[in-house]
């Protein structure tokens, strides 16, 4: 499997981006995942959500203004983020768990593929 992220860029804070991860095959039973690492700091969880999309998981920095969603006809996750801030700064990489669900969305050693990363770039 091969994940290729998208839709970063540039935007104010306060300004909205909405990042794509299309898988090369099939992920509909995949555990997906969004992280991100912003410069000189680890990588972090962002966002998952189960294979079926019934459940999803944030971090508590991004609730009420992230949504991780999917559709698996189309082997493509997406996280819409609103109310960028600052501090949302960081390059951004999705992940695929295909792994049966265990919990550990949150922990990156979970995921066995990811994505090249997208940049978001969030100026005050």
């Known amino acids: 499997v091969q994940l290729q992220a998208s839709g970063g860029g540039l935007v104010q804070a306060g300004g909205s981006l909405r990042l794509s991860c299309a898988a090369s095959?099939?992920?509909?039973?995949?555990?997906m995942g969004w992280f991100r690492r912003a410069p000189g700091k680890e990588r972090e969880f962002v966002a998952a959500i189960t294979s079926s999309g019934g459940s999803t998981f944030y971090q508590d920095s991004v609730k009420g203004r992230v949504t991780i969603s999917r559709d698996n006809a189309k082997n493509t996750v997406y996280l819409q983020m609103n109310d960028l801030k600052p501090e949302d700064t960081a390059a951004y990489y999705c992940?695929?768990?295909?792994?049966?669900?265990?919990?550990?969305?949150?922990?990156?050693?979970?995921?066995?593929?990811w994505g090249q990363g997208t940049l978001v770039t969030v100026s005050s």
């Open positions: 095959g099939r992920t509909s039973m995949y555990t």
């Open positions: 992940a695929a768990d295909p792994k049966l669900y265990r919990g550990l969305y949150y922990l990156p050693n979970q995921y066995d593929y």
